[in-house]
């Protein structure tokens, strides 16, 4: 058997059962994308509303499979435990990706995303019933490696540089799909960092967090005040794009009128 710790994001100490039943919403089915993503798999998941169990039925390549997740445990912080025959290792896998977004589903609204956006996070397995400060670890280490690839996607997608690509190919439509696109990610990350302050706060109550805290509080400080400057950047670039293309299309339709006139007077 095996413990696998669910952490619900959250940005304040939360009652999971009375999230639960306040969302009222107590079985899913989906087809979901498998660990080989050119494959799908059907699933339903029935959560008991007072004991929080979960019943799982799952038809995967052509067979059916029943399991249950037994509740151990949760508290405030957003956490919820649960008990798993761990026997299927490719089991275990969607048990922390794809079976864990449809989880936290049942307790979580999508406040600063859409659904298909949610922060992809991993869940913590282990062979313990109460490993909280490896669970703590986890669950940072995970988030330090998210805010350094965003701080990468940004690097790449810096406003000045996609504002040389439009002065290059000069469509507008393309510059601003690739502005659209930054400020969605933009905006995910700012509800990711909400969360990841709420998380910090909780890893006060465990042991050995220090260096991770002060990890994630530093990614957090500086990925704040970028993004800060990012937006206004974007912003500035999306104002100088229309202006530059409604200034092109204005000499443009000038150009027409005057040619026009011309070809008029000539044919008097």
């Known amino acids: 058997m095996a413990f696998i710790y669910y952490w619900i994001p ?20 989906r087809s979901l994308p498998d660990i080989d993503p050119q494959k799908r798999f059907d699933i339903q998941i029935d959560i008991d509303k007072n004991e ?3 019943n ?23 956490f ?17 990706i794809q079976i864990y977004h449809l989880i936290k589903d049942f307790f979580h609204s999508h406040e600063y995303h859409a659904p298909e956006n949610d922060c992809q996070l991993k869940a913590f397995v282990c062979d313990r019933q109460n490993d909280m400060p490896a669970c703590m670890k986890h669950y940072g280490n995970q988030f330090i490696k998210k805010f350094e690839a965003y701080k990468k996607i940004f690097d790449d997608e810096r406003p000045e540089k996609i504002w040389q690509r ?16 930054a400020e969605r990610i933009l905006q995910n990350v700012r509800g990711e960092m ?8 909780s890893m006060f109550h465990y042991r050995d967090m220090y260096k991770i805290y002060r990890h994630i509080r530093a990614h957090l400080r500086v990925l704040e005040d970028e ?17 530059y293309y409604t200034s092109d299309t204005y000499k443009v339709q000038i150009y027409i009128a005057i040619t026009g006139i011309v070809l008029t007077l000539l044919s008097l």
């Open 194 to 201: 909400v969360y990841a302050r709420f998380l910090l706060s």
């Open 10 to 29: 959250t940005k304040s100490h939360v009652d999971l059962r009375g999230a639960l039943k306040e969302r009222g919403v107590f079985s899913k089915k």
């Open 227 to 243: 993004f800060d400057m990012l937006q206004m950047s974007y912003t500035n670039v999306l104002s100088r794009m229309s202006a």
């Open 166 to 181: 439009f002065l290059e190919d000069r469509i507008l439509k393309k510059g601003v799909d690739k502005i659209t696109r």
């Open 52 to 54: 929080l169990n979960c």
């Open 56 to 78: 799982i039925k799952l038809m995967r390549e052509s067979k059916y499979l029943n399991f249950r997740l037994k509740y151990v445990n949760d508290d405030s912080n957003g």
């Open 80 to 96: 919820i435990i649960y008990e798993f025959d761990d026997k299927d290792k490719n089991l275990n896998e969607l048990l922390r």
